[in-house]
């Protein structure tokens, strides 16, 4: 079992900035894709970005250029850095953990508002 805590969600102007933080409940990295999901209210939930064991990371095209994944092993933590952020990205963001096929695990999710 693997539990996963968002943190750093909140409210923020248009063309801010905001990091969020995932902390799991022991070393998965190096069996499991990480990812972030997002899920605004009336929207389907769509992958934002993922990075996989071996370090390789990807991007939904409406995030490319502005959020980075990344993770820190020895906190056994993953980041989302998110800047330019615009009011189309307000959503509740979910870490996850799984497969690259698909994800197993999920956090209870971070609400991100980004409004002036």
């Known amino acids: 079992q693997v539990q996963l805590v968002e943190s750093g969600g909140g409210l923020v102007q248009p063309g801010g900035s905001l990091r969020l933080s995932c902390a799991a409940s022991?070393?998965?990295?190096?069996?499991?894709?990480m990812g972030w999901y997002r899920q605004a209210p009336g929207k389907q939930r769509e992958l934002v970005a993922r990075i996989f064991t071996g370090g390789s990371t990807n991007y939904a095209d409406s995030v490319k250029g502005r959020f980075t994944i990344s993770r820190d092993n020895a906190k056994n933590t993953v980041y989302l850095q998110m800047n330019s952020l615009k009011p189309e990205d307000t959503a509740v963001y979910y870490c996850?953990?799984?497969?690259?096929?698909?994800?197993?695990?999920w956090g209870q999710g971070t609400q991100v508002t980004v409004s002036s």
């Open positions: 022991r070393n998965i990295f190096s069996s499991y894709t």
């Open positions: 996850t953990a799984g497969t690259f096929l698909s994800a197993s695990y």
